[in-house]
């Protein structure tokens, strides 16, 4: 299959397959005699499990040591049990960021008594100190 179909098949733009490839996670693919790119099972296989890699959140770094790992089937997955914790940690930090966010913003709008933008206690709690 040529890139637009890999692209297509994946949900994938393009320049993100190309860039992939620029990086080392998605093998090269053979040329035709007109030098297109010739894609395969195997590169359809690769690049679903880095799309649904990075759809959970997984940072580049994280999905090549996933791909290496899975790559060398006999290896223990405790790596991977390592890589995914780490993972949900991060996930974890970020809910609780958010829902920080969520608190102080909520508590912004509910200190709003309406009125003119001169008295709006949001405005005034997003303006520099001084």
Do not use: W
Not at 89 to 94: L, S
Request: hydrophobic letters at 35%; glycine letters at 6%.
């Amino acid at each position: 299959m040529r890139i637009g179909e890999l692209g297509e098949a994946t949900a994938t733009k393009v320049e993100t397959i190309r860039y992939y490839e620029q990086t080392g996670l998605l093998p090269p693919p053979e040329r035709t005699s007109a030098n297109y790119r010739r894609y395969g099972a195997d590169h359809l296989a690769r690049l679903s499990f880095i799309r649904r890699s990075r759809d959970l959140g997984f940072s580049i770094d994280q999905v090549r040591a996933l791909l290496d790992l899975s790559d060398d089937r006999s290896r223990d997955c405790r790596t991977v049990d390592e890589i995914a914790t780490d993972h949900l940690r991060e996930v974890d930090r970020k809910i609780a960021d958010l829902q920080a966010l969520r608190a102080e913003l909520s508590r912004l709008i509910t200190s709003c008594e309406g009125g003119t933008t001169a008295e709006c206690r949001i405005l005034e709690a997003l303006a520099p100190a001084g």
